[in-house]
């Protein structure tokens, strides 16, 4: 028998920060293409292009706040308010959390605080979860960095390495292990290697750096999207937790972690937020974790739809390679609750047809397959929007106040 979701994320978040992974990648067609304004061929082959070691050019601090994280995260399982603030109060990992670019939006550092103040189990529950979305939102950032021009392309994504490995993993580790759907779950391993298919992507020294397009932004593209994947697992075990046992410090996590994908339904389904927000915080008996479900994949199922076809000018290049796993990764997201809402679909069918379409899509020649496919996948996918309430198939349409 399988531990609970919280025992689960409490006993594995104490784990070494910052470790790096043995390197490795998967192999993938061999066009060619340049990046980064340099002349460097780019392949997509599975070969490290660097000899620099994943993870070792993360920062001293982020190390040093990841070793204070797994102590709050010990603290708030042993219910310790007093360490669990010591752990976060004036140590590296407030200065941390403090100076994220996206901090002074979102303001994670005051909420952490107050959570910890309050110091029920609940507000504890709250901090340790407002710090993983921060955390998560870090991630995120870092690695988007290495597309954007960030002048030390290996600092930014070992960076991210360090958040996953030093805080974030556990989450993952939960999401596979959720009991509320039957679908198989290889979150972390998907993560692990894309987090070393990208950092093998990378060639140069500093700022000169050059990434491989077919490996570098399709890999960003999995680690962001199968963390979604893992805090939707997870809120919506914690929200089924809540309810089964008036747990309020469930209720309170899983409302904390909303804020790992909240600006996922943000143009999508805005309403959706303040919808899941007013649930988690009411009477915790009263939680309705289906109702939260159909918020979530109202979004996530148009951002699926919005990678269904690509358009011809982006067949062949890595653009339109990088698209097409997004919308794996993402289809790979909404899968259960496809599968709960349509039982006639083959869901193994309809998630094959999705593993076919990067390479189909990255080879740009078979245009009868590609569009045959590609009309699978948007049938299949505006009928669970359809199923999901939605009035016409979109991939990008906010749903109405």
């Known amino acids: 028998m399988r531990p ?24 993938s067609a061999t066009d060619a293409a340049t990046t980064g304004g340099t002349s460097e061929p780019t392949t997509g082959e599975a070969v490290d292009l660097n000899d620099r070691e994943l993870g070792a050019s993360a920062s001293v601090l982020c190390r040093d706040a990841m070793t204070h994280a797994s102590k709050l995260t010990q603290a708030t399982a042993s219910g310790d308010a007093a360490v669990a603030s010591a752990a976060y109060l004036g140590t590296d990992l407030q200065a941390y959390v403090q100076q994220f670019k996206n901090e002074v939006d979102r303001q994670d550092d005051p909420a952490i605080v107050a959570s910890l103040a309050d110091g029920s189990p609940a507000g504890l529950a709250a901090a340790e979860g407002r710090l993983h979305a921060a955390l998560a939102r870090h991630l995120r950032d870092q690695i988007s960095a290495v597309e954007g021009g960030a002048e030390d392309k290996y600092a930014a994504w070992d960076e991210g390495h360090c958040v996953w490995t030093g805080a974030l993993r556990p989450l993952a580790l939960a999401g596979d292990a959720v009991t509320w759907h039957s679908v198989d779950e290889t979150i972390v391993a998907e993560i692990d290697e894309a987090f070393a298919t990208g950092h093998d992507g990378l060639s140069g020294a500093p700022p000169a750096t050059a990434l491989d397009d077919w490996r570098v932004p399709p890999s960003k593209q999995i680690i962001e999207k199968s963390l979604f994947r893992a805090a939707q697992r997870v809120i919506i075990e914690l929200a089924t937790l809540a309810r089964d046992t008036s747990d309020p410090v469930a209720a309170s996590t899983a409302l904390a972690l909303l804020g790992i994908v909240e600006d996922r339904l943000e143009g999508r389904n805005t309403p959706g937020i303040a919808q899941i927000q007013a649930i988690l915080s009411g009477d915790p008996a009263a939680i309705d974790p289906d109702a939260i479900l159909t918020e979530l994949e109202i979004a996530f199922a148009k951002r699926t739809r919005a990678y269904a076809a690509i358009a011809d000018e982006n067949l062949g290049v890595p653009a339109g390679y990088k698209s097409a796993v997004e919308g794996r990764t993402y289809a790979r997201l909404i899968a259960p609750g496809l599968a709960a809402r349509l039982p006639t679909v083959d869901l193994a069918a309809f998630l094959a047809d999705w593993d076919a379409y990067p390479g189909l899509v990255r080879a740009g020649t078979d245009l009868a397959a590609i569009g045959a496919v590609s009309q699978r996948l948007v049938d299949t996918v505006c009928a669970y929007q359809a199923a999901l309430g939605v009035a016409a198939c979109t991939p990008d349409a906010d749903e109405a106040q």
């Not at 104490?14 to 490795?24: E, K």
């Open 4 to 27: 609970t979701l919280v025992s689960l994320l409490l006993s594995l978040a104490i784990l070494p920060a910052c470790t790096a992974d043995d390197d490795g990648a998967t192999a």
